[in-house]
């Protein structure tokens, strides 16, 4: 296939009911293409204490070649030092996949909101730079962290059906930011107090953690219940929980465990697939119990009784289910801040324990947020960043998988969203031809941004070129900043820089003041065409003038009609570059005229039409025009459709009236 963007339709037909599922293509130049497991991480540090928990990511190549050539910088917004670090781990030329720690230093910084980049770089790929917005809050106090945010066993089954090795207890490291030693106690919510105590158990029931530094907690399973199944409630308990109270601050963590089992054969007594507690647990830490996915109708609550297959003689493990856990937030759910980062990690296997590496996983959110697709790292861990854009005192995540054998699994997760106004969003889908509306785009384009938090009051540029900052607000795609014509809260008008790389996905990052807007994936073609219309909703009669030979051009209505022969004028955007180059906000000269480097059809009524000229309107930013002869033909009427074709994408009908 030629390089360029195609788009395409799956037709569905669900019980009657059409579904229309949106595919995009992208062919481009170079070979390599990053891809980060998160677009954000947030960080919460005391004020005076130490650095909080380093995060780790994973930036992998998924296209031609490998990592080698790739960098990783910071930037912060802000006038004070560079509070945050990021780290490529060694070794990491010649691979495709490398994780990175990203680090922060509150040092002296006053309580506060601070924002910042890790900005990674790949020379191969067509979407570098990429980037992670880093978001840290500096407290009066701050939490303990716990890392990992749940427990997670690994075992094996034997080929006779009983259980391999006992797993050694799993070690979770307890980070106290805080400028004071915590101690804490660890103890088992009822009712799973007899499951907990028969199988699953802290080595420790307290302990403290120094004022900036770290403390570890064990949590081992029983060996004389791994290979009893006559142990405790059920034949091998397979879920566990704990709070982990700091009194002292007022704070519990609670805490989560599950034992992924993998093995080829099944045994008797059954071995339960992994599922969620009981239903009807009390405990307060679980009333929001943690992600699991659950074949049960009573998504993540009801212990499943899924079992291996069973027989008078060994037999191969047949999947039915996919199991796992989330492994980014605690068991007493998540809170957060629209438009902070929030990370959704989980680690996602079938009732074998198989590990699950293709297929697709999808986070949906009661709050009205868009879904949220999540990446797959391999070894069953699955990763994105949900950045929250609707406020919701009682908000659901539902996490549903499906693997490519069909085995599907489901979830959900409960917490609260608080409301902000400081943190710019961009609407998903938001970045739009601001002539169409078409969520593609182009160089040289005059484009719509929506979102909220963008801008605060309306500000409009008054001079050309366009300014790169308008009030308080920069914005920023590929890296570049892009001249402003307009900003406002809900929206920003600007203009894409013609070097920006086409056939390629690239991120939108918006700041306002030092508030930085998690990045937002926009796909870049080498031609978008929109024809502006004269209602500005990007249909009906076009922002088109009429021209009769010798004539004086005149905007196309009913009342002044175009005949076959006479000139129309057809002021669009999107046709990309341009020759000779024209600098992106700046007025267009009417000597030289710049010309669209890609030739330019029109049709009217659906016939071919002359086209005399396509080319950067003179005197005007980000407006082409497109001059073309009305051919013969075309029937009196005052809808007549017109198509502009550029590079392979076709524009919008618009109408012109004709007599």
Request: charge should be negative.
């Amino acid at each position: 296939m030629a390089l360029g963007v195609y788009e395409g339709i799956i037709n569905l037909d669900a019980g009657g009911i059409p579904i229309g599922v949106s595919v995009r293509l992208i062919v481009g130049d170079k070979g390599a293409n990053l891809l980060l497991s998160e677009t954000g991480e947030s960080f919460v540090a005391a004020f005076g204490g130490a650095a909080p928990a380093a995060q780790t990511i994973q930036v992998q190549n998924t296209g031609a070649g490998d990592l080698t050539a790739l960098t990783a910088t910071t930037t912060v917004t802000g006038s004070g030092p560079n509070w945050l670090q990021a780290s490529i781990a060694p070794g990491f030329a010649g691979q495709t996949t490398t994780p990175v720690t990203v680090t922060v230093n509150p040092g002296s910084l006053p309580a506060g909101t601070y924002d910042g980049q890790v900005n990674f770089s790949l020379s191969s790929a067509a979407n570098s730079p990429q980037s992670v917005s880093v978001q840290m809050q500096v407290n009066a106090g701050a939490p303990p962290t716990f890392q990992p945010a749940t427990v997670l066993f690994q075992g094996s089954m034997n080929a006779d059906g009983s259980l391999g090795p006992l797993p050694p207890p799993f070690m979770l490291t307890i980070t106290n930011p805080g400028l004071a030693t915590l101690d804490y106690t660890v103890t088992v919510p009822s009712p799973q107090s007899t499951v907990d105590a028969a199988v699953f158990s802290p080595t420790v029931t307290s302990g403290s953690v120094p004022a900036g530094g770290t403390g570890q907690l064990a949590i081992s399973i029983s060996a004389s219940c791994w290979n009893n199944p006559t142990c405790a409630v059920t034949p091998i308990p397979i879920w566990g929980a704990w709070n982990v109270n700091f009194p002292a601050i007022n704070y519990t963590y609670g805490l989560w465990a599950s034992i992924q089992i993998t093995g080829g054969t099944s045994s008797s007594p059954p071995i339960p697939a992994w599922g969620s507690p009981p239903a009807g647990l009390a405990c307060p830490a679980c009333a929001s119990p943690q992600y699991k996915i659950s074949s049960s109708s009573v998504i993540g609550r009801a212990a499943k009784t899924d079992a291996v297959t069973s027989s008078s003689t060994a037999s191969t493990c047949t999947p039915s289910v996919l199991d796992g856990m989330i492994t980014s937030q605690s068991l007493s759910g998540f809170q957060t801040t629209v438009g902070q980062p929030t990370p959704l990690q989980l680690a996602i296997f079938d009732n074998c324990g198989n590990n699950l590496n293709s297929g697709t996983v999808l986070a949906s959110f009661s709050n009205g947020d868009p879904a949220v697709p999540l990446n797959p790292l391999g070894a069953g861990q699955w990763s994105a960043t949900w950045v929250p854009s609707n406020a919701s005192a009682s908000a659901t995540i539902t996490l549903q998988g499906v693997s490519e054998s069909g085995l599907f699994g489901s979830g959900i997760l409960s917490g609260p969203v608080a409301a902000s106004t400081s943190t710019p969003i961009v609407n998903a889908g938001g970045v739009v031809n601001a002539a169409s509306g078409a969520p593609i785009i182009a160089p040289g384009e005059f484009i719509s941004i929506y979102g909220l938090n963008m801008g605060g009051a309306v500000t409009k540029a008054s001079t050309t070129p366009f300014p790169d900052s308008l009030g308080s607000t920069q914005v920023f795609l590929g890296g570049q900043s892009l001249p402003l014509y307009f900003t406002a809260n809900l929206q920003i008008d600007a203009i894409v820089p013609f070097d920006i790389e086409p056939n390629s996905s690239q991120q939108l990052i918006i700041q306002t003041g030092d508030a930085l807007s998690p990045p937002e994936p926009v796909t870049i073609a080498a031609a978008q065409p929109g024809v502006f219309t004269q209602n500005q909703s990007g249909s009906g009669p076009g922002a088109i003038l009429g021209q009769k030979p010798g004539g004086v051009p005149k905007l196309n209505t009913s009342e002044n009609p175009a005949s076959a022969g006479d000139a129309l004028l057809i002021y669009c955007t999107g046709l990309g570059t341009v020759t000779p180059p024209v600098p992106a906000g700046s007025a267009a000269p009417a000597s030289p005229l710049s010309y669209t480097d890609n030739p330019v059809t029109v049709t009217v009524g659906g016939l071919d039409a002359h086209v005399s000229f396509a080319g950067l309107a003179p005197g005007f930013v980000g407006l082409y025009q497109v001059n073309v002869t009305v051919p013969s033909g075309i029937a009196a009427a005052n809808n007549v459709p017109v198509v502009l074709t550029v590079a392979g994408a076709a524009s919008a009908p618009v109408t012109v009236a004709t007599q």
